[in-house]
């Protein structure tokens, strides 16, 4: 007979997966290597996990509910998570975004946004949060950046692609043998002038006049571009294509979402997008499922190159 896999508890998973819908929570799952049975949780916590590993790694996964977004929904769930699982070294929000196409970012539908900070920017800014003056609305609050451990595993598995190239492809292989409608990435990537606006009433872009679209030439291969930068957060949908130019230049933002803020400082979170539409009018759910795949597909490569941490103490015990 095979060994008896030890009981897990509580103590022992030590990373938090974060999710806002339900096509981001279905990715995390199909990434993982092993699910786990359920533990009990917290009397305060209100929160369903799903229990799992990616590599050495014991993972909690938790999703916001249904129809409930934003900045407030994303620190109550972190925030209950960690009642549970007091352990958790390292959290990540992963899912799906709007990319910011510009001139010197080519951003395409399923590529892949880490936050990641640079010399003039932090990995993640609310761009809703200040104040109205008579000089119009001014911008405050810095956030934290992600955690060092993340940060430092980011840099390392930079280093990895360029060496050996990414694994995402691999994983997203993967994911479509087991589930091929679901993960399968559309064939139409169309980016419209950001001046163009979708009519109303019409879900899909098929009555949209073909001569607005963007020029641009095609890429080699299929490999998701994997962007590293800023990431704008704001308790609003960013569906228009002026403000997101205006945004974009002016903080050089790669992404919008809207759940990230809400984790930076309390959580060193890292945030993980894939892009599934454009922020724009023109924005709907055809790149949803693959957009979610290659952020998780990010994510599962990511935990391949974080060390497992041992603690240094003995904690309370959990139940």
């Not at 951003?107 to 809703?128: C, F, K, W």
């Not at 879900?203 to 962007?227: S, Y």
């Not at 704001?234 to 997101?244: D, E, F, L, P, Y």
């Amino acid at each position: 007979m095979p060994p008896r896999m030890k009981r897990l508890r509580h103590r022992d998973y030590t990373i938090g997966w974060i999710c806002a819908i339900a096509v981001e929570r279905e990715a995390a799952v199909a990434v993982l290597d092993a699910t786990h049975p359920p533990l009990s949780v917290a009397h305060n916590d209100k929160n369903t996990y799903t229990l799992g590993s990616i590599g050495p790694h014991n993972v909690v996964i938790c999703c916001l509910p249904p129809g409930i977004y934003g900045l407030t929904a994303a620190t109550t769930v972190a925030n209950h998570m960690i009642s549970t699982f007091a352990e958790i070294k390292a959290t990540l929000m992963v899912g799906i975004g709007g990319g910011a196409p510009s001139r010197t970012t080519d951003i395409r539908l399923g590529d892949v946004v880490v936050s990641t900070p640079t010399e003039s920017s932090p990995a993640v800014m609310q761009y809703d949060r200040g104040k109205t003056t008579q000089k119009g609305f001014v911008r405050s609050g810095i956030l934290d950046k992600p955690s060092w451990m993340l940060s430092t595993a980011v840099g390392s598995l930079q280093v990895q692609h360029k060496q050996h190239g990414s694994l995402i492809l691999q994983i997203l292989s993967e994911m479509q043998a087991q589930q091929p409608r679901k993960w399968m990435p559309p064939t139409v990537d169309d980016l419209f002038d950001s001046t163009y606006e979708h009519a109303e009433g019409e879900e899909t872009c098929a009555n949209c006049d073909r001569t607005k679209l963007v020029p641009r030439g095609l890429r080699n291969g299929t490999m998701p571009v994997i962007h590293y930068g800023l990431i704008a957060s704001a308790n609003q949908v960013m569906k228009h294509g002026r403000t997101r130019d205006k945004l974009q230049k002016e903080f050089g933002i790669l992404c919008f979402e809207m759940e990230g803020a809400g984790l930076m400082n309390d959580m060193q979170c890292l945030v993980v997008r894939g892009i599934c539409d454009y922020s724009d009018s023109h924005k709907n759910k055809a790149w949803q499922s693959f957009a979610a795949a290659t952020a998780a597909a990010y994510a599962k490569e990511l935990l391949g190159v974080v060390p497992l941490r041992h603690r240094t103490h003995s904690p309370p015990s959990s139940t």
